[in-house]
């Protein structure tokens, strides 16, 4: 079984032909992730005995019920989880110290969800601490590599998730996008990777970062399989006023009908000075592809991106230092001092942007910028039907490039924050390669039209087939 070669779809037919067994498939998932993690590091916490238990429970159901692919559109599929999500009974640290021994007593909706639809869970996974990150660097425990160049980065702040189903330990890792970290892991490890519209997915049960922002998302291989997993994940729930009753498409459906006649829009303020110019030429190669497809392209403008970062870096930390005030040491949480050092830095720059005196100067003027940056978006979505742009400036970069630099690092995400300052999706699919490593391409669209996202996305995956280049563990 070549699990690095694998999708959702393949495994889902196997399973179903009897080609191999749950069983079989966890334990093949298991056996990877002993021989490859101690190199990139991507699990926290494994859930080997739970998983193996699942997987047959599985093959007894599969035996006895022939009508159980149906009930269960996921049936059996290894899944890595961002240790961001709570998840009953498996220990859940957000990546930090401060909760290290935290054992829930519940599931998340996403995760309740794609439990009922089958998945099996096989571990935990590695993270910047809180989410607060675009490297995996700032997790509490060691850095998690990336699989094609090890010396590298995978993009965080769902850096374990991304760089698990790189390698190939599972077929499926959840993230969450609050300004970046599942587009930035997806575009680091080769993978399609999901920001969801604000309020598609459920937060319930997701720890929070920034509640305004936070959106929950997932990375596979390919177009087909993100859209499966976003058909079980999507929808509204009673736990999260924040999602909304909107009908939740069948987005596999719509994979193969063309984009003839698509309007493509570049937003100019993306293709700037800063932008590696290998970059720029595997996106250009990729609008080529989309032009024969039959797709017309235009430049457009979104005139406030430039305040995007700074709107961002007020809002955030804003929102962070109310969430993770919770964590006192007394009621939650081990001692305050266990924080990290970027944790720290968002705590004290939100409560200051937050005290009287400076709210309105600062969050409340960064609250009006933040309608402008949705604006630009909406005005643009009136002459174009989706936007294209590099999803990072720069290639997946060095282990400890930008470890000393917050502004750095934070700057990986320009391209990336401002969709969640709008609430809009954006998926990333790979573009291709530069100097052998993954390049990534983001499809931003309005409002709900991840259906749209796919099918645009996947018609260019089939032209490309960019997601079969999987990693060699070059350096390993
Ligand atoms: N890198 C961004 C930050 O640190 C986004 C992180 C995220 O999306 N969780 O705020």
Redesign the pocket.
């Given at each position: 079984m070549d699990l690095l070669g694998l999708t959702i779809k393949n495994v889902s037919e196997k399973l179903k032909d009897g080609a191999f067994s749950c069983k079989e498939l966890i334990k093949e998932c298991l056996s990877i992730i002993k021989i490859n993690d101690k190199k990139i590091n991507a699990f926290l916490t494994l859930n080997e005995d739970g998983a193996l238990k699942k997987a047959d429970e599985f093959d007894n159901l599969i035996k006895n019920d022939k009508e159980i692919f149906k009930k269960k559109p996921l049936l059996g599929i290894p899944m890595g989880v961002k240790d961001?999500y709570t998840t009953r009974g498996i220990i859940t640290t957000a990546g930090s110290k401060i909760i290290k021994d935290y054992n829930p007593p519940f599931n998340a909706t996403v995760i309740r969800r794609l439990i009922d639809a089958g998945v099996i869970i096989v571990g935990k996974t590695n993270?910047?601490a809180?989410?607060?990150?675009?490297s995996g660097e700032?997790t509490d425990y060691e850095p998690t590599k990336n699989p094609y160049d090890l010396s590298r980065v995978p993009g965080?702040?769902?850096s374990g998730s991304g760089a698990a189903v790189s390698y190939g330990a599972c077929l499926v890792g959840t993230?969450?996008?609050?300004?970046?970290?599942?587009r930035?892991p997806a575009g680091y490890c080769n993978l399609v990777g999901l920001?969801p519209t604000y309020g598609r997915v459920s937060r319930y049960g997701v720890i929070a970062?920034?509640s305004s922002?936070?959106?929950i998302g997932h990375m596979t291989k390919t177009v087909y399989d993100n859209a499966k997993v976003l058909e079980v994940t999507a929808g509204v729930d009673p736990y999260d006023g924040t999602t909304v009753p909107i009908r939740v498409d069948k987005y596999t459906k719509v994979l193969g009908q063309n984009i003839k006649g698509l309007k493509i829009g570049l937003p100019k303020e993306y293709f700037v000075e800063g932008l590696d110019n290998k970059i720029n030429i595997s996106i250009r190669e990729s609008l080529k592809v989309f032009e024969k497809l039959g797709a017309t392209i235009e430049e457009i403008t979104l005139p406030h991106t430039d305040f995007a970062m700074a709107a961002?870096?007020i809002l955030?930390p804003s929102e962070?230092s109310s969430n993770l005030s919770r964590y006192d040491g007394v009621r939650y949480g081990g001692p305050r001092e266990l924080f990290g050092a970027?944790a720290k830095r968002?705590i004290m720059l939100g409560s200051y942007t937050l005290s009287s005196g400076y709210y309105d100067a600062y969050y409340l003027k960064a609250a009006k910028v933040r309608t402008l940056i949705k604006q630009d978006f909406e005005n643009a979505f009136k002459k174009v039907d989706v936007l294209i742009a590099p999803t990072s400036p720069t290639l997946p970069f060095k282990i400890g490039e930008k470890v000393n630099n917050p502004l750095q690092?934070?700057l990986?995400?320009i391209f990336?924050?401002p969709t969640?300052l709008a609430g809009i999706p954006g998926l990333n699919v790979p573009s291709g390669f530069a100097d052998g490593l993954p390049v990534g391409m983001q499809i931003i669209g309005s409002q709900f039209s991840e259906e749209l996202l796919y099918k645009v996305a996947y018609l260019f995956e089939q032209e490309t087939q960019h997601y079969k280049i999987r990693p060699q563990f070059k350096n390993g």
């Open positions: 961001l993270e910047d809180w989410g607060h990150g675009s700032n965080g702040s769902s993230g969450t996008d609050t300004g970046s970290s599942v930035l920001k970062m920034a922002f936070d959106s961002y870096y955030v962070v970027e968002r690092m934070y990986s995400d990336l924050c969640n």
